[in-house]
């Protein structure tokens, strides 16, 4: 459309400038027999050609470019003579004529060589076009053997897919079958389990009535037994339980036994706290076995917390109260104790590291100790400290002043001697538990002497404590 255009536009331009020599003609009519360039007479006729072989616009592009040299040529040649000829006969007019005449052809040639480039350029664009088409056709060729191709695989994955999908109908139908026929077979079982369920539980219902009776009888006969083995009374409590020389302690008791060391307090104290947050009205025992003191610290937090109780709190000495727990029990407000008890006090003791300066602090905490906690009991006797000192040393060579509870009450240790102490407490049977057999312990502690003699080592006793044993052999030693 583009080349039809240009050939358009080039042939009515072609055209006007072909009609200009006519209209020179017909102003100068003296000039029309005057010669005319070859070029000046060329008409030129434009045709819409259409499309031609890439050989063919070759061809004819190479034989219209000789012509056009040749007619050039001949022209130039032509034009150069007859304007030698001619330069001096022409008058104005004429030149001006005649230089029309040149710049006519000047054009001519300049649109036959646009027209040549447009052939060119249409030749080219022809060319590109069957190029093209060529192109497209081979595309066209591959694409369709690609769709051909490609149908096939899909037929053929299609029937693919058609058999393992009645494979699969297959294989789903013999699964189905086969559940079936396993649900038959397990509700079958169910049954038979059901059935089985029934006779269980039938006999476990006669069981369970049999069960049932034999725990009847066992919770009786356990009730029975633990009725028996308690007081089955009600708790009395006495706000003066000394009564006709009998002491009698009720569950409001705590036993003080072994050696007084850290976290012995706590455990008194706490329970001292308990007891008169549940009553002020009834007294406390603080009950001590066997006890050969220990820490100070740990009696002085007991000895206070003694003094402060809302509740009163009786010391019951059974077997021993040495040092701090002696303390414990002169301090008392109320103290009780068995005859032969034992009492024991002494001057505090401790251990001492250093040089001579670090040795005197440390006695002087000894000093301050010794006033705090032995100065009330020496002030109880109705005596110094000193003077109490003294009457250790006056007893015993190590200062260990020993009595029994039946002496010790004329020096104010202990408030009171019991011959009988009823403990209320203990309101269950106690559990009985399995004694060592002493006979066979000796028995591997068995050793034979230099002369051949056998012997057992007796265990070391506790102090104060003293063995009274039938040896008539040696055979304890």
């Known amino acids: 459309m583009l080349i039809t255009r240009i050939n358009i ?22 000039e029309a027999d005057k010669p005319v360039p070859i070029a000046a007479q060329e008409q030129i006729t434009l045709k819409v050609e259409t499309p031609v072989p890439a050989a063919a616009a070759q061809e004819e592009q190479s034989t219209s470019e000789k012509t056009k040299k040749d007619t050039n040529s001949s022209s130039q040649k032509t034009t150069a003579k007859e304007q030698s000829e001619e330069e001096e006969s022409e008058d104005p007019l004429s030149k001006a004529v005649k230089k029309l005449q040149l710049e006519q052809s000047k054009i001519q ?5 646009k027209l040549l480039k447009l052939r060119l350029e249409k030749d080219k664009l022809s060319l590109e076009n069957e190029l093209y088409q060529v192109r497209q056709a081979k595309l066209l060729t591959e694409l369709n053997a690609l769709k051909t191709r490609l ?11 058609r058999k393992l999908l009645a494979t699969l109908q297959v294989e789903r139908e013999k699964l189905e079958m086969q559940n079936a026929l396993q649900a038959e077979k397990n ?21 369970s009535g049999e ?43 705590i036993v003080l036994d072994g050696i007084i ?12 706290q308990y007891y008169n947050n549940k009553s002020t009205e009834y007294p406390i025992f603080l009950v001590i076995d066997y006890c050969p003191g220990g820490s100070v610290m740990e009696g002085t937090r007991i000895v206070k917390a003694m003094k402060k109780s809302r509740a009163p709190v009786y010391v019951v000495v059974k077997a021993l109260a040495a040092s701090m727990a002696a303390v414990i029990t002169t301090l008392a407000d109320h103290s009780y104790a068995f005859p032969d008890a034992i009492i024991v006090h002494h001057q505090v003791w401790g251990m001492s590291f250093g040089n001579r300066t670090e040795q005197r602090e440390q006695l002087k905490i000894i000093d301050e100790w010794s006033e705090r906690i032995m100065g009330p009991v020496a002030e109880k006797m109705d005596m110094t400290l000193n003077d109490l000192v003294k009457k250790m040393y006056q007893h015993n060579s190590a200062g260990d002043w020993m009595e029994f509870a ?5 020096y104010k240790w202990v408030g009171n001697i019991v011959e009988d102490i009823r403990d209320r407490s203990y309101t269950k049977q106690p559990v009985e538990k399995e004694e060592d057999d002493f006979t066979f312990i000796m028995a591997q502690q068995e050793k034979i002497d230099a002369q051949g003699k056998r012997y057992v080592k007796l265990p070391r006793l506790r102090p104060m404590d003293v063995y009274h044993l039938y040896n008539q052999d040696n055979y304890y030693r």
């Open 9 to 30: 536009i080039t042939y009515l331009s072609l055209g006007w400038i072909s009609l200009f020599p006519l209209l020179v003609n017909a102003a100068e009519p003296e």
């Open 109 to 113: 040639l300049e649109h036959e060589e």
């Open 261 to 272: 060391w850290p976290g012995t307090a706590n455990n008194i104290v706490e329970r001292i």
């Open 187 to 207: 509700r079958q079982e169910e049954m038979n389990m059901q059935l089985q369920m029934m006779r269980m539980e039938f006999k476990r219902a006669n069981l």
């Open 151 to 161: 149908e096939l695989e899909n037929a053929l994955q299609e029937l693919q897919q």
């Open 211 to 253: 069960i049932s009776t034999l725990e009847r009888q066992i919770a009786t006969r356990t009730q029975q037994q633990e009725w028996d083995s308690q007081v089955n009374q009600p708790k009395e409590y006495l706000t003066d339980p000394f009564i006709g020389g009998q002491l009698i302690i009720s569950d409001r008791k």
């Open 406 to 410: 039946n002496a010790a009450v004329k």
